[in-house]
């Protein structure tokens, strides 16, 4: 049989509801397999009794309903982190994590296999970009981490979800705003936009983009470096988009979105968590409505620096609430399976 043309989860619903109307079905029909593709979870033409025998044949044989096979399933030893090694249709592979907090569970997934920013203490980065992911291939990781927690707890669902994985999701905007407005349908995962969170190196055009639709998820932005010099060492990219016009950007999208942005600042031993960082830092943000998140560095291959201690991560925090900045260090999750933030690589991307 010749491999449908068509992915399932590359379609809105209205999308879908065209496609069934054209093929001469009752819309009826569509929002039956959206609902048991999104709601009840199936992933097999042969678990829909309730379609129509005439508008099955016709939906699989032109419909893609397969989620990215597993490659490798791994969980942390401590039980809060599980890892996804997920194929793609070209043989290249991609990551995505489950991941469990106090009253919370998050999944992170990936919107490049891979990523062109470089920036040089992130696996992802060193491996370089192979290539964008299909809106449906950054839905079908939302949609599996959802199965695999209703295989896990009995029912339980997803509701966090951050686009924190592999790749720079600004980088690929229209394909994750595609996938975002998916996986949001009130009437399939329904996933709430003020639980989604999107991380981005600080690619200005595509902050201002958000800025300017209405898709209120949070934003954060990936700072690192409190100067120009000190950013660009860190984070490459920072040379086509530099640091002033960066913080435009960001005061654009608060004014706005009327929302804050959150800051990440990967804390690295003796580069960036001086006091004289942590003021450089206040300085910068100082009257924004903006929240600091604090990452001790995580290992990586290629990058040989450590991570700051948690004495030294106190002091820096305590520096920007002097600043009206709020600031978190963030739990450290799946180390040991290298599913922590800048952890995710694959050997053949
Ligand atoms: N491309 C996006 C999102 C993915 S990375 C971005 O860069 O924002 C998610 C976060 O992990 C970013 O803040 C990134 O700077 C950080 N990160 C990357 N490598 C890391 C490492 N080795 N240790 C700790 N944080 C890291
Ligand atoms: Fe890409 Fe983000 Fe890693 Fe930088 S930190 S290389 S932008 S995934």
Known sequence: MKPAAVNLHDLTREELRVLAVRWGFSSVHAARLWRYAYVDGVGDWARMPELPAKFRARAEAELALALLPVALDTHSSDGFTRKFLLSLTDDRRIETVLMRYTGRVTACISSQAGCAMGCVFCATGQMGFARHLTPGEIVAQAVHVDRALRAENGGERLRNLVLMGMGEPLHNYDAVMKAVDIVCDSAGLSLGTKKITLSTVGVIPGIIRLADEARPIHLAVSLHGATQEERAALVPVARKWPLADLMDACRYYIEKQQRR?????????????????????GRLLHGQEAQVNLIPLNPTAGYGGEPTGREAARRFQHILAEYGLPCTVRQRRGIDIAAGCGQLAVTRA
């Open 261 to 281: 942005i959150f800051y990440e600042w990967t804390l690295i031993e003796g580069k960036n968590d001086a006091a004289e960082n942590a003021h450089a830092v």
